[in-house]
């Protein structure tokens, strides 16, 4: 057992040594946030958690709780997947002198102290520390450190009966897909969390159900005798829980329960195209709705222009205007940050299958022009849906409304090719990663137009409103109006240069 631990730790730590550029500088952006962001975040929570209501403090648990157990159990299936199915180390593992209890063991408890614990017990430190200083007793901190140990197990165990359901139904490989479209979704949930949950943070709590039974004496209104003894029943349990998943895991893969094998059905299809433009357009299509990790990668841009509202605009109150204005400078703002990024992406993702292209009896202008198609499909229509959902839990106007359209539409025509030029021009091919589409020169640029609108959000807002604070409606128009004019010198120029570059062949960067 502790050989395969050997070995996944020498694996991590050589993925470590080999890091990709771009995730060291993803990393190290996110290092900055952290370092300047955190501590006020913390010490905010802390104190929020120090001076709460008791009748709010079980709830509060709860939420974290089920949060908790949600993100990092899908989070946890992905990984299981990956590494039981698609980790080519399993059949070296299969030689060692080792049982298969012990192959599982090892397996669960790198999981478990890899991608739960982490989280789980920082968690726990946070509320066991606030909790005791509010108690005035330091038993809140082991309290609060063996519960969440307890639901470390539970989230491995809830993670590992997913996999033998998912796996009886779909491919791993499929089931991977899947899951990482679920990871999309876990990194858009902290934007809406932010974006509609702090203004009724009380409301959500008052909903949850009545743990204060559990809770109380045990984690706060500490109570020695209970509290010891919740802390040891929640330690043996969650041995308890770790030793029944092994021993399941163990027979459930020798008696082939996580068997990978499918019957499979081969589908005819016909395709009837009437020009090329339409063909590689359902080329893109049909990948999107196959692949979900398109989605998965550009999932989380299309909300980050509604935090750029509601903590840069409306939170802060920095704007003495109508809402429509605000909401309509974030329309133009996030239609920038959402075309540039995405439509990058979408191009640069042409390299993963540039030979099939250079064989097809297409010119590079029918390419170019399918993928600009592709952008303004899989861009637009979704962020005038996330619009008008923005208006409507907003002051709703449709005159407002119809400004923010004509903003979104133009900003995107405009946009999209340039996006486009920045993917055909820097594509990377990462096997290892295939979310990684775009050079680290192109990334940081892209990252850089992204923080100029968002401090410029608030500069739009004031040229849209009028002396009264309301919506100047005649200067939106104008604005869109140029924005048309810009859209179509944008398709005739920019979009003449992505077929250049195309007609000259791709300059791909090979990774992984």
């Not at 048309?484 to 003449?496: E, Q, R």
């Amino acid at each position: 057992m502790f050989q395969i631990m050997k070995v996944e730790i020498l694996s991590r730590i050589n993925y470590l040594k080999n890091m990709r550029a771009s995730t060291i500088l993803a990393l190290l952006l996110l290092s900055v946030i952290i370092v300047f962001a955190g501590p006020g975040i913390i010490i905010s929570l802390f104190f929020i958690v120090v001076s709460m209501d008791e009748s709010l403090i079980a709830p509060s648990v709860t939420v974290v709780t089920v949060s908790l157990i949600i993100f990092l159990s899908l989070l946890t299936v992905n990984k299981i997947v990956k590494d039981l199915f698609m980790n080519r180390n399993m059949v070296l593992y299969m030689t060692f002198p080792v049982t298969a209890g012990q192959l599982f063991t090892a397996k669960s408890l790198m999981q478990l102290s890899t991608g739960i614990l982490p989280v789980t017990v920082i968690t726990g430190l946070f509320f066991g520390i606030a909790l005791s200083v509010r108690e005035n007793n330091v038993a809140a901190l082991f309290s609060s450190l063996s519960y969440m140990f307890l639901i470390s197990a539970v989230i491995l165990g809830i993670s590992y009966i997913i996999v033998f359901f998912v796996t009886k139904v779909s491919k791993p490989g499929r089931v991977s897909e899947v899951l990482t479209l679920a990871g999309g979704l876990i990194g858009v949930m902290p934007y809406l969390i932010i974006t509609f949950g702090t203004g009724n943070f009380e409301r959500v709590l008052s909903k949850m159900p009545d743990m204060s039974v559990l809770f109380n004496g045990f984690l706060y209104n500490i109570e020695p005798l209970k509290t010891a003894a919740g802390s040891v029943a929640a330690l043996v349990l969650g041995v308890l829980v770790l030793y029944i998943v092994t021993r399941l895991v163990s027979s459930a893969f020798i008696k082939g329960a996580l068997s990978t094998s499918r019957a499979g059905k081969v589908k005819s299809s016909e395709a009837a195209v009437s020009s090329p433009v339409i063909s590689l357009l359902s080329k893109d299509l049909t990948m999107t709705r196959r692949d979900f990790k398109e989605w998965a990668a550009v999932l989380p841009q299309y909300f980050l222009p509604f935090i750029i509202y509601y903590v840069g605009v409306y939170q802060m109150d920095t704007l003495d205007a109508e809402i429509g204005a605000s909401l309509i400078a974030v329309s133009v703002t996030g239609t920038v940050i959402i075309s540039l990024f995405v439509s990058a992406l979408n191009t640069a993702r042409d390299a993963a299958h540039y030979e099939m292209l250079q064989i097809l009896p297409v010119r590079p202008k029918d390419i170019a022009t399918a993928k600009y198609l592709y952008n303004i499909i899989t861009i637009i229509p979704v962020y005038l849906v996330l619009s008008a959902a923005a208006f409507m839990i907003a002051d709703f106007s449709v005159v407002n409304l119809l400004l923010s359209w004509l903003c979104i539409i133009f900003t995107a025509l405009t946009v999209i090719p340039v996006g486009m030029l920045i993917g055909a021009s820097t594509p990377v091919v990462n096997k290892k990663q295939p979310t990684d589409r775009i050079g680290i020169a192109a990334n940081v640029m892209i990252i850089i137009v992204m923080l100029v609108f968002v401090f410029a959000t608030s500069i739009f807002a004031r040229m849209f409103v009028d002396t009264s604070g309301s919506v100047a409606a005649g200067g939106v128009l104008i604005f869109t109006a140029v924005l048309a004019v810009t859209g179509i010198i944008s398709y005739i120029m920019v979009l003449k240069r992505v077929s250049r570059v195309y007609d000259r062949g791709l300059i791909i960067e090979y990774k992984g």
